[in-house]
């Protein structure tokens, strides 16, 4: 008997152990159960062992084994063959793996003129297409589907029955018989005359400047043509969405690479299942329009991942913006009325279809760091797919950990598995928040999940924590609180599979900001921690945030306070009042902002990383005033002169002690950076210095720390934070403490940005509530 945990059902695994058995000549049944899959085979030893080695090796494209275990049974099969038998063991959780992108079976098809599916956008079988974006409940199948609408005809209901088939028990499976269909309407509602293909008509709308609004598997997107300039200008405008970039679709890698450098890891990131953008560095010989990504180094392209876009992108030569389709902070539009409410007035026409999406998903961002893989957004593709947690977390209570206020996820820790929601956005909007609860819900039905413990950021004012307060209070459940910058390196820590009770890292945090134990605003922490709790050892230095939010908004006003910490202001304006920072200063309230900072009214301390990168983008004149968040930061990493990394030296740090916490002190670098603005040095220059200089005095720092602390931390160094998600940072900095030997830990699995957060909450919650459990447990 073999017993196989992890994700194992909906995934075609029933069908290929039919397959492998019967090709391995032995006789037995395969079932799911409450625990996964179990199988009985009876047969020779050789036979036997040649099956699973086979398993292994052969498992369905969507699946993922984390155990097999085999017990020995006794007497001789009672079977003649091998078959596929009814669930048993109570009720069966299917589970519901992500999205997939269309497999080239399928695609085949859809190209093939003589097959039945010819054409037909909403082609999928068990390897591929909709899972977690049409789901209801469990178990899972079709009647709990936004496919059970759609009654399978004859063909497909065979298929559907057949175990040698790959759309066996495909919940999905349709045809232009039975399933969805698709058409074209104007943004006024009226018919659009497409003669029979709605696909063609949207393409010739496309190649002529229009924008359309595309129905696909998560979400609506709006899409126009990315090589026209005037399309894409009216797209923003009429998105209000000023200085984002797009994300991009094209029909392959060769059309990727017109615009692009593309390498052997990064074509085989954008070809994974889950199909993400993925950024990439503008290095070909061609380029988009200026509006597509201003002020960028780097597009955000994806390939097709449903036969739907497959079909649009072939007669296409261009590649295509394809961005959510909402009003910016507004969440992803995924009904065909709400698309021509609130996109009637963006879009020129619509490409709508009658498969109701259930789930919304953004799509998935991923970049290389320091050439390996890293999400900065993790939904369509990836969630809800269970991250395997390491054998401490076996015995963990009901955890549910509701996340940040930004780039928020939600995680359940259920079976030792920790369940990540896809991104959910910002939670400040209204609709969004409402979004978020609806998700929740729905997560908690499909894992069958009450919460016996809330886990929450410790801000007094974040939307979940206000949330998770009330719902503890209501229901009596215990609730623990964690520190934003311990959770998010709890978060690295168990995205590297870290033990729960394993020797504390020296977490380096680098973010926005997150409120403190102090009640100040955090952001550039060095912190010995473990799961349980955390020491801060050092930060950057402190500087005040002029106006509070209003200084995130306007990175030129976290300029002036750091500036009015360099030197006197007479002084600097005798030797820089000439630069253009210091003349743009000419009509804001500087004397207002004078009174702020003496006083400290409406202006918190923050130690943060991110808005020092806000400083300094400001003053070497990329970015005074935000309209997305990070875009000060994002775009001085843009600015970096690749070449002027080898050859240049960073801007130095100093460290002080601030009553007795160590601190970097970004007082030198700003004399030095002023000297090279105003003897003009190139702007890429400075922004290629600031970044080794902050990874210089990192490490300057952790040597400092060694020598104050010892090695307490064995080698080990946890980075986490947003400003982690900088790759010339992050990849100098890896190479630096590498170098020293030093063991680093980095994320992967879930993002280093807010969007991990919740992960980092759970295990927190999880640790802590096991170790009060183990002390209450009696003496032996």
Known sequence: MIRVRGLVQGVGFRPTVWRLARDCGLYGDVCNDAEGVLIRIWGTRADREQFLKRLREEAPPLSRIDSLESMALSGQSPLSDFRIVKSSGGRVHTGIVADAATCAACLREVFDPVNRRYRYAFTNCTHCGPRMSIVRAIPYDRGTTSMGAFTLCPACLREYRDPADRRFHAQPNACPVCGPRLWLEAASGSAVDCSGDPLKATRRLLKAGHIVAIKGIGGVHLACDASNASAVARLRQRKRREHKPFALMARDTAMIRRYCSLDPAQTALLQEPAAPIVLLPIEGPERLADGVAPRQCCYGFMLPYSPLHHLLMAGLQAPIVLTSGNRSEEPQCIGNDEARERLGDIADALLLNDREIVN?????????????????????????????????????????????????????????????????????????????????????????????????????????????????????????????????????????????????????????????????????????????????????????????????????????????????????????????????????????????????????????????????????????????????????????????????????????????????????????????????????????????????????????????????????????????????????????????????????????????????????????????????????
């Open 360 to 780: 919304r998903l953004d799509d998935s961002v991923a970049r290389l760091v320091d050439d390996s893989p890293a999400l900065l957004r993790r939904a369509r593709g990836y969630a809800p797919t269970p991250l395997r947690l390491p054998a401490s977390f076996g015995a963990a209570p009901a955890v549910l950990a509701l996340g940040g206020e930004l780039k928020n996820s939600f995680c359940l820790i259920k079976d030792g598995q920790a369940i990540l929601s896809q991104h959910l956005g910002d939670l400040a909007n209204a609709s969004a928040n409402a979004a978020y609860r609806q998700t929740l819900a729905l997560y908690q039905q499909l894992f069958e999940f009450q919460p016996q413990v809330l886990a929450i950021d410790c801000h007094p004012d974040y939307l979940p924590s206000k949330f998770g307060r009330e719902w503890a209070a209501e229901k009596g459940l215990k609730l623990v609180e964690v520190q934003h910058h311990h959770a998010h390196i709890a978060a690295c820590l168990a995205d590297n599979a870290v033990e729960l009770d394993s020797p504390p890292v020296l977490g380096i945090a680098l973010d926005g900001t997150g409120y403190g134990d102090d009640a100040s605003l955090w952001g550039a922490e060095f912190l010995l921690a473990d799961y349980h709790g955390y020491r801060r050892l050092a930060s950057l230095a402190t500087v005040a945030m002029p106006g509070g939010e209003v200084a995130i908004e306007q990175p030129w006003r976290m300029a002036y306070a750091h500036l009015r910490r360099v030197a006197q202001w007479s002084v600097l304006i005798k030797q820089f009042g000439d630069l253009p920072y210091f003349q743009m200063l000419a009509d804001k309230p500087l004397a207002t902002l004078d009174g702020m900072l003496a006083t400290g009214f409406n202006s918190p301390l923050c130690s943060s990383c991110g808005r020092l990168f806000d400083a300094v983008a400001a003053v070497i004149g990329l970015c005074q005033q935000v309209s997305y968040e990070g875009q000060a930061a994002i775009e001085l990493e843009a600015a970096v002169d690749a070449s002027a990394l080898a050859d240049h030296p960073g801007y130095p740090f100093a460290i002080v002690s601030d009553d007795g916490l160590p601190r970097l002190e970004p007082q030198p670098m700003w004399q030095a950076l002023l000297t090279d603005l105003h003897t003009g040095v190139a702007r890429g220059v400075i922004a290629a210095r600031f970044h080794l200089g902050l990874a210089q005095a990192v490490v300057q720092m952790i040597e400092h720390l060694t020598q104050l602390h010892g090695d307490l931390w064995s080698g080990r160094i946890a980075l986490s934070g947003g400003v982690l998600q900088n790759a010339v940072l992050t990849r100098e900095l890896i190479q630096r403490l590498e170098f020293r030997g030093l063991q680093v830990l980095r994320q992967a699995r879930v993002p280093a940005n807010d969007g991990g957060l919740s992960l980092g909450q759970a295990a927190v919650a999880t640790a802590q509530t096991l170790a009060a459990q183990e002390e209450r447990q009696p003496c032996a």
